[in-house]
């Protein structure tokens, strides 16, 4: 598993090269934005049940027949398995949106995932848009402008951190369809 | 690689729970004290061959018999090859100080470095005597700041410990 920092290390380790003025200066906007960052881990982490329920239920709002006999989230041993892997993929995001790089994402979620879900016959298009709902309502949460949820921090520009966290989540949504 | 993030990730995984607010406090911890080491990686990169010039010149005057013949030291091909050497430690020095840990010195210069010195018949001591001169010729704040020389001396005698 890699980080910010470590992956800088793994790129100029290829070169045989120190890490130089360049690179530090990345990593400077790294440590400067840390707190904004911790912040957006902490708005996600708060909120992840609420967003995990909320993609999975409008996942089955839009497409109904899944909570009938014969869809994939009926009974109710699927469904719970459904909202248990949404609070995986989740948390498996927040881990790389605190590190800053998205290794620990690839290497310990999306890993074989696609071929699983082939496997046990988990419908690839209801996954990714249950991801995709998660994308809108963690990407709300970074930016601090869930309607309901607003947290009381010294705001900031939290674009790039917003796109960031966007970028994980359209991984898994290329890594399961 | 082994960093407070990587650490922190690492556990929370484990435990299969989100990031806690400690773990969030012990990621900011790390991110406070960065910024030194961020100042000592970079003057340390810009100079780096400077540096190292030094400590090989610091060991070839204490130990003159390793130009003799047979010795480590015997042709340039062989003096290259140890300044080069000193160089490599300094590179993975810039790196643990990137990502704030000993992973990289532990993992690339470490690991199998006594079985390696030992089958090229390598003395270790003109190593730790370079280590040892860099070590106290960094002056503060005429190099850098003074935060940021103790994270620099602090990894050169984690190598020169490795090495003794």
């Not at chain 1, 989740?90 to 881990?95: M, N």
């Not at chain 1, 990714?128 to 402008?145: D, H, L, Q, S």
Request: hydrophobic share 40%.
């Amino acid at each position: 598993m890699l980080d910010a920092f470590s992956r800088a290390v793994v790129a100029a380790d290829t070169k045989t090269a120190p890490i130089g003025a360049a690179e530090i200066a990345e990593l400077k906007t790294f440590i400067a934005n840390g707190n904004k960052r911790l912040d957006a881990v902490n708005a996600i982490s708060s909120n992840a049940s609420c967003i995990v329920s909320d993609a999975v239920s409008g996942m089955i709002c839009e497409n109904t027949g899944l909570i009938q006999s014969g869809g994939n989230c009926y009974p109710n041993r699927r469904m719970a398995a459904c909202l248990r892997d949404g609070e995986i993929i989740l948390r498996y995001v927040t881990y790389a949106l605190l590190a800053g790089d998205a290794s620990v994402l690839e290497d310990r979620c999306l890993n074989g995932l696609k071929e699983t879900y082939t496997a046990l016959g988990v419908p690839t298009t209801s996954t990714a848009r249950a991801v995709g709902i998660m994308k809108a309502a963690a990407v709300a949460f970074v930016n601090n402008t869930a309607s309901k949820r607003k947290f009381d921090v010294t705001s900031g520009d939290c674009a790039s951190l917003a796109a960031e966290t966007a970028g994980y989540f359209d991984r898994v949504i290329a890594a399961v369809s | 690689m082994k960093s407070v993030v990587t650490t922190v990730i690492s556990a929370a995984d484990a435990a299969g729970r989100f990031p806690s607010s400690s773990d969030l406090e012990s990621v900011q911890g790390s991110l406070q004290r960065a910024a030194a080491r961020m100042e000592a990686a970079e003057k340390l990169a810009a100079n780096i061959d400077a540096v190292a010039q030094e400590g090989y010149n610091a060991c070839f005057k204490k130990y003159p018999y390793l130009n003799e013949a047979g010795e480590a030291g015997e042709n340039q091909v062989k003096k290259d090859k140890c300044l080069r050497d000193i160089k490599h430690y300094l590179r993975l020095i810039n790196y643990c100080l990137v990502v704030g840990g000993t992973g990289p010195l532990d993992e690339w210069g470490i690991a199998g470095q006594r079985e390696v010195y030992r089958a090229l018949n390598l003395p270790t001591a003109p190593y730790v005597t370079a280590m040892t001169f860099m070590r106290d010729r960094g002056c503060a704040p005429r190099d850098m700041s003074a935060q940021a020389l103790v994270e620099y001396n602090g990894l050169l005698d984690y190598v020169i410990n490795s090495l003794s």
